[in-house]
């Protein structure tokens, strides 16, 4: 994967402009609504352990 870097100007950003329009509770409702459709319908997030055995030294 290649990183890209792309500079615009403010006036050139209308996606900027737009969210900067929105009020906190509708950017967080986006923010919940693309968390959904990537992790799933669950309210939780999953959580995950691994045993790690030390050797004895």
Request: contains cysteine.
């Amino acid at each position: 994967m290649i990183k890209v870097i792309k500079r615009v100007s403010k006036k050139q950003n209308t996606d900027l402009a737009f969210w900067l329009k929105q009020t906190p509770e509708e950017r967080l409702s986006c923010v919940e609504l693309l968390r959904r459709q990537y992790n799933g319908n669950s309210s939780r997030l999953q959580r995950s352990a691994k045993l790690i055995q030390r050797t004895k030294s």
